[in-house]
């Protein structure tokens, strides 16, 4: 099973009723075909209702804490963009990544 697909099953516990999970290594410094390491993540969960940025976070950290690198897997960075299903339905989309620092030197 390749990361993505992982970290997509790991996510199911959070019963979303919208994921996206890219991969945006291609973007990033050091890329090379089939590195899984720099994620985009948007999810909606009526279990981030009541729940601050940073709990919905750790929420997110704790299912996928076995894939991030300091824990011996591959992902380097992921960015969470976590909503429940009313601010999901009032945004447009989620915001756009940044450019790596370590691109293009």
């Known amino acids: ?13 959070l019963h ?7 991969n945006e290594s291609h973007m990033h410094a050091g890329y090379f075909d089939g590195k899984e390491s720099h ?8 279990e981030f209702v009541g729940k601050r940025l940073a709990s919905r976070h750790q929420l997110v950290y704790g299912l996928v804490n076995p894939y991030l690198t300091t824990q011996g897997g591959t992902v380097h960075a992921l960015a969470i963009h ?24």
């Open 82 to 105: 976590a909503y429940t299903p009313d601010e999901w339905a009032s945004l447009s989309s989620a915001p756009n990544s940044p450019n790596c620092a370590g691109q293009n030197k």
């Open 39 to 46: 994620f985009k993540l948007i999810i909606v969960s009526d």
């Open 1 to 13: 099973m390749n990361t993505q697909t992982a970290l997509t099953h790991a996510l199911t516990a």
């Open 16 to 22: 979303p009723t919208h994921i996206t999970l890219d």
